[in-house]
């Protein structure tokens, strides 16, 4: 079955330092890669998002390339800011067909902290 | 803005009553819905899939007489925890999806259920 593994936390960083959240998958096929971000009594925020291999999905600083070849979505800021603190959850899904999208399969989620 | 709304946000309770949580998707037709639990520091838990207008699809080990799904309209879906009690204390997150939104589930802010 399909899977995500990304790397344990807490991660904890001083603010402007660069960020790598280290985020693997296994599934058949061509998954759509996708970063989501919860910020503390929240839900679920989409932050980035890839669809096919070698696509690279941004937003807000962060980046994630889609790399076939080592089945990994790694998430990067080159600078980060104590608003980053949050949960980030690397998922990938698979297109079910039929008239809605399949299911999301998600990490364990990575605690994020900058401090000032 | 939000796109999912997800009410109450809070909720507390005593040991044996039932507890309703809507998901409602604000501006689009959802022709699926999602509902996850999340434990602090964990990842989201699928509890089940509802399609409006069919029963709910529960995920292995889910029981579906304690949790009781209702998918009536295109734009509601109901989480009805039955009898609950402190172990049932939890998060509850909705997200709601259709074929034509851009991303494959918009998420609601999540309900916090505390059975004392």
């Known amino acids: 079955g399909n899977s995500v593994t990304q790397m344990e936390g807490p991660v904890t960083l001083s603010e402007e330092a660069f960020l790598t959240i280290n985020c693997t998958y296994t599934?058949?096929?061509?998954?759509?890669l996708f970063w989501y971000v919860q910020y503390p009594g929240e839900g679920l925020q989409l932050l980035l998002k890839a669809t096919k291999a070698d696509d690279k999905g941004s937003n807000k600083g962060f980046e994630a390339t889609y790399r076939k070849e080592t089945t990994s979505f790694h998430l990067e800021k080159g600078s980060v800011q104590v608003s980053d603190s949050a949960v980030y959850f690397c998922?990938?899904?698979?297109?079910?067909?039929?008239?809605?999208?399949?299911?999301?399969?998600f990490g364990q989620g990575t605690i994020l902290t900058v401090h000032p | 803005g939000a796109v999912v709304s997800q009410h109450p946000s809070w909720v507390i309770c005593k040991s044996g009553t039932s507890v309703k949580i809507e998901c409602r998707s604000l501006?689009?037709?959802?022709?699926?819905m999602f509902w996850y639990r999340q434990f602090p520091k964990q990842s989201l838990m699928l509890m089940a899939t509802s399609n409006e207008g069919s029963k709910a699809t529960y995920e292995q080990g889910v029981e579906k007489d304690k949790f009781l799904i209702n998918h009536a309209s295109l734009t509601l879906s109901t989480l009805t925890v039955t009898s609950a009690h402190p172990e049932d204390s939890s998060f509850y997150i909705c997200?709601?999806?259709?074929?034509?939104?851009?991303?494959?589930?918009?998420f609601g802010d999540g309900t916090r259920l505390s059975i004392l």
């Open positions: 998922a990938l899904i698979r297109y079910a067909g039929g008239t809605s999208y399949g299911k999301l399969t």
């Open positions: 599934a058949t096929g061509y998954p759509s």
């Open positions: 501006d689009f037709q959802a022709t699926t």
């Open positions: 997200s709601a999806a259709a074929l034509d939104r851009p991303q494959p589930q918009h």
